[in-house]
């Protein structure tokens, strides 16, 4: 089903963190001197949403119930459609829900997507983890001002994300979307790939989250507000792969999730390849396995940072 058809606005941007002012000596001399880096006590937590915080693909609550469409047709036909067309298996899901629309006689506008997200599904304990996160993150780190921040990084639609009781837990969400004034049918606006999602962990990393802001010039690695090291990516499958992968390489972390009780095959697959730190199912309550592992990776994470502004403490 090209991955779910490779599964599926922006919540709003954050500025980057502020450079701290120069060392007020060498002001006082009247000679220019270097910006002290940034504190990084900043964890990011990185989520995919289909599969990983929800059972199924976020369409399939709402969207295709309401047109009377069986799931399994309608990812074949985008499978089918795309190769034909040798199209972009993203562009297609979103040209096919709006076609078969269409073709049922039934109008869906914004506000319809956003009201279709109250039926999204979410796996247990998801709705009080932010909480828990952000609780555990103060009460072992607060006392070094280190918190903890949540985004959202998704093939889906932000439209829907934005009606689920989740989305206001979340700094930034990236997701893709349709534009609904200037045609007689949406028309998609941004098509996130599973490769383009890496594109917004540097978003994250450099502090550059307005879609206006470039990320291509170069940022020193002693600037950026949230290291690759503070971040955990949550994610389900090879869709994920460049995130995992992304993060592995430059000291962040991975964490790969499969249905509570369902195969762990592919999650097993990508510990193996030294994808993810650690695989679990997707139970979000206290004292499950995911819970527990994602708390020892926050922990290592505390550690780190703890490290590294007593260091940083010593060159002021």
């Known amino acids: 089903m090209v991955e779910r058809a490779s599964r599926r606005s922006a919540k709003g941007h954050r500025e980057a963190s502020d450079l701290a002012a120069p060392v007020s000596g060498a002001r006082d001399a009247g000679v220019p001197s270097a910006p002290v880096a940034p504190s990084k006590t900043t964890i990011a ?17 709402g969207f295709l ?36 629309a269409k073709e049922k006689g039934v109008r869906i506008d914004r506000a319809d997507l956003v009201a279709q997200g109250k039926t999204v599904e979410l796996y247990p304990g ?23 921040k949540h985004y959202l990084v998704s093939s889906g ?31 998609p606006k941004r098509v996130i790939t ?39 990516y949550f994610g389900d499958g090879d869709t994920d792969v460049p995130s995992m992968a992304l993060l592995k390489k430059n000291g962040g972390h991975a964490i790969a999730v499969h249905a509570p009780g369902g195969a762990a095959g592919k999650c097993v697959e990508l510990f193996k390849a030294g994808r993810c730190d650690f695989y679990a199912g997707a139970d979000y309550r206290t004292g499950s396995d995911l ?20 260091v940083r403490g010593l060159g002021r």
Request: proline content about 5%.
């Open 45 to 61: 937590l990185v989520y995919d949403f289909d599969g990983t915080l929800s059972p199924k693909p976020m369409q399939e609550y």
């Open 65 to 100: 119930p309401k047109l009377g469409i069986e799931p399994q047709a309608f990812w074949a036909e985008c499978t089918a459609l795309a190769k034909a067309e040798r199209a972009d298996p993203l562009i297609t899901y979103m040209h096919l829900m709006y076609k078969k």
């Open 126 to 148: 998801v709705d009080g983890w932010f909480d828990k996160m952000h609780a555990y993150v103060k009460k072992h780190g607060g006392d070094a001002g280190i918190t903890v």
């Open 157 to 187: 639609l932000a439209e829907i994300i934005e009606g689920t009781k989740i989305y206001r837990h979340f700094a930034n969400v990236f997701a893709s979307e349709y534009w609904f004034d200037a045609y007689d049918l949406p028309f």
């Open 194 to 232: 599973d490769t383009g999602k890496t594109q917004f962990l540097f978003r994250i990393n450099k502090g550059l989250e307005d879609y206006n802001q470039s990320i291509n010039d170069h940022m020193p690695e002693n600037e950026r507000p949230i290291p690759f090291a503070n971040m955990i």
């Open 291 to 310: 819970f527990k592992r994602a708390c020892l990776l926050i922990d290592r994470i505390i550690a780190d940072i703890r490290v590294k502004e007593e």
